[in-house]
């Protein structure tokens, strides 16, 4: 798995917290696109249906 | 639907912020039984809360007395609940139906008139909490004394619709650490972990539906490659759609700084049956091995006895999926996979003995067999038992 | 502060300003995103393909040729206005346009399955309340009547409307939406509580208006079976592909029996005999054509409005009995006075058809677009006269 080799790379401090700001930017684009996706007919959970 | 609704999302733009501008832990969890209680009557409605409310309450009480009958007593009300509502019509009709129809019939509209137009919401998940809580109890461990701790871990919103399956001696200290102290660590946490959720069931998994539904009704028509394709989507549509959930009830949950037991660990790299089911589901895997595998006998008694009772179980386990044949083959397939996982290197002498070690020197053969034993599966999850065996012959090139 | 700590509010810095950014760009594209050189909503870019055009494209849509002294004609209703069975070179909206000339800007914002008082309508009442010179055409037939401005495919956008407050707070409107969505099973009732609560979303954050735009011009993200060939394909490369009618002979052979029951229950349960053995439309019926006119038109739109009520293709009438054709003629007569009893103007539009001039039942062919485009553009010059 790459999550294995991963603490074994050095990322700079202000690079690493980039990286989380980022993240959280598609995070957030991505929690608007979901209001989109959620007036369109909605699949249910499969599970919720057990 | 559910989390997945412009409700969910205006009441926790309303829940989540007061949760944490709520210092006191008192307050918190006031406000947290009432959004439980709101979300529950939201989407279960009357007729879905009420039988929760009274099982919750026998079991509540039933437990407090701390005597093993009277556990017994709760467990089987909370079975009986579960048969009752999922089953009542599916074993009157195809399994009574089978031996004596005429009696069938009469039981079926009996239990039609009694019946609500549908079982109330998790009733499958409500029965297996509440089974678990009071199997623990009965065993000796320390029954839940406050009223409001056992409402919290009967309807946690977060875990109530599918879980996953809790153990209420690992959620009561998480809910108590959640109530005194929330962290920015735990919010950016269980976001991250919503949104890891939502591309899985929304980008991912509803795609697949859709496409799937489409092709499913053509899959006759499609070529071999075609074919195949469509059960690899099959796999991974039930795969993304399910841990998409559990990434987001585990995320929202841990928005209130309550941790809840993880449900997937890449299933799809299982390199055997056993190692599959560590990984698929494990909350219910766990709960099933605890709760019937091993009060069975699980492998105390010899070799034929343990392949009987991973038979059973995992009927059991195909039949809480659903009051339908399909789902309990579906078990059975598992079933049969593990006994001929778990016999092979015995019954087959040397010969068994030599696979068992190629097998274990070739983790790669194991988990490509695993993975399409699995695939294979989901045909007879998804479709009816005829339906399911053509689009199998069809991927083998029977036709 | 510990890094992460540190690292945990930059996370949620980030998804708070990715949210809000994304709700700006969503702000400006309901500002300029329209779909290219529109001539309506075809199959690819309607909600049959799950593109659910947003409220505030349907405005920019209106306004995008519009110029000061030009009057705004826009279409409504359903698959027929919107030119079902007409290769978009032939649309009668293209040619109404044609027949009206340049003191005129023809938008045909008919949906697929809609009624007269939905989504055009709304664009109308909003343009009308803000001064622009609007003329409302929309088709519809008698059982249909006006239809609810909310339910169907398109019935959102009359909650996206009101949210973002382009109609006038009509109470007869209100309060028989608030009667109806009592009236609905529950799981129906949960439907549109939703498709509300989006719409009221949608005026702050503009989601719609956003992804709609990105579907259009970059990604379509939703998997669909209208375009399985080019699921993810932007809608700008997928034309409007309606094709052109089969010849005669092929048409109006499939489902005869089922399209005659539908023919005949355009008026079956509608009029009854008098004395003289003549149709009449039913009171019961009378009374809800002009309810529903009194709560969904509003007042001020009605001097600008054009009703067609298109009747069904001769094939199939012709096949009735003849006391069958004269209930039929009765029906969509007294109707089409109701309408005008309320200063709607209305007129019947089939009366003198062939059967070339339809595809199917209710669809117009070519013929039949130029027909219906004669038809409207002489009613608007009748009703408006600049």
Known sequence: MLTRYLPKVEIPVPLRLLGRFLLGLAIGVLFHYMLYRFSLPVQPFIYVAF | ????????????????????????????????????????????????????????????????????????????????????????????????????PAGAVALANSARAALPGAAPLAISFFAFEFVHYLVEVGRGREPIRRPDDFVLFAIHFPSLVAGPIKRYYDYLPSLRSGLARVTVEDVAAGLQRIALGLVKKIILADNLTLAL????????????????????????????????????????????????????????????????WQRWHISLTSWIRDYVYIPLGGSRYGLA????????????????????????????????????????????????????????????????????????????FFYEPLRAWSMAAKLLALH | MTLPRQSSWLLLAGILAGFLGASWQGRLASGYSKPDGFRRFHQRISPDALYYPPYAMLEALALARWHPGQTLVI?????????????????????????????????????????????????????????????????????????????????????QALYQHRLSGYAPRETEIRNWLQTLPPKEREQQAEERLGSWLEAWTRHQSLWHHIGYRHVFTVWNFVVAQDPWGARDHLPDNEPQARPLGERFKNLLPEEMAI???????????????????????????????????????????????????????????????????????????????????????????????????????????????????????????P
């Open chain 2, 1 to 100: 639907m559910i989390f997945n609704t412009y409700w969910f999302i205006c009441f926790s733009a309303v829940f989540f912020p007061v949760y944490w501008l709520l210092f006191l832990p008192g307050l918190r969890r006031a406000w947290l039984i009432a959004g439980c209680a709101v979300f529950h009557y939201h989407f279960a409605g009357p007729a879905g809360v009420i039988p929760i409310v009274v099982i919750g309450l026998a079991t509540y009480l039933l437990a407090l007395t701390r005597r093993r009958l009277l556990c017994a007593v709760g467990i089987a009300l909370s079975v009986a609940a579960l048969c009752f509502y999922k089953y009542a019509l599916f074993l009157s009709t195809d399994v009574l139906g089978a031996v004596y």
């Open chain 2, 213 to 276: 539904n489409f092709y499913g009704d053509r899959y006759d028509s499609l070529t071999l490659g075609q074919a195949w394709l469509f059960l690899a989507a099959l796999s991974a549509r039930i795969l993304l759609d399910f841990s998409g959930y559990t990434d987001m009830a585990i995320g929202l949950s841990r928005l209130l700084g309550v941790r809840l037991p993880e449900n997937f660990n890449y299933p799809y790299l299982a390199t055997s049956l056993q190692d599959f």
């Open chain 2, 305 to 380: 006895r343990q392949l009987l009772n991973a038979m059973i179980v995992f009927a059991l386990c195909g039949l809480w999926h659903g009051p339908a044949w399909h789902f309990v083959l579906w078990g059975l397939w598992h079933g049969a996979g593990l006994v001929v996982n778990h016999a092979y290197p015995r019954m087959l002498g040397p010969l068994g003995r030599s696979l068992a070690g190629h097998f274990a020197r070739q983790p790669a053969l194991g988990w490509a067999l695993t993975l399409l034993y699995a695939a294979f599966g989901w045909l007879l």
């Open chain 3, 75 to 159: 279409i409504g209703g359903n698959s027929i206005f919107n030119g079902v069975g007409q290769p978009v070179d032939d649309l009668w909206s293209v040619q109404l346009q044609e027949l009206l000339g340049a003191r005129y800007v023809v938008v045909n914002l008919a949906f697929r399955g809609a009624y007269p008082a939905q989504g055009a309508a709304l664009v109308a009442e909003s343009l009308l309340l803000r001064g622009y010179p609007v003329i409302y055409v929309a088709n519809t037939n008698p059982p249909a009547a006006t239809g609810r401005a909310v339910g169907g495919a398109s019935g959102y956008l009359y909650w």
């Open chain 3, 263 to 385: 023919v005949r229950g355009y008026s079956a349960n509608m009029a009854v005999q008098d004395a003289h053995q003549q149709w009449h439309l039913e009171g019961g019926n009378r009374q809800r054509l002009v309810d529903d006119i009194e709560k969904t038109i509003i007042p001020s739109l009605r001097p600008h409005t054009l009703i067609i009520l298109n009747k069904n293709c001769p094939y199939y009438l012709n096949l009735l009995t003849a006391s069958e054709r004269a209930r039929d003629t009765a029906v969509y007569a007294d109707s089409a006075q109701i309408w005008r009893d309320h200063g709607i103007a209305c007129a019947v539009s089939g009366e003198d058809y062939e059967s070339i001039d339809y595809i199917d039942r209710a669809h117009l062919s070519s013929d039949g677009g130029r027909k219906v485009a004669r038809l409207v553009a002489q009613q608007i010059r009748q009703l408006h006269q």
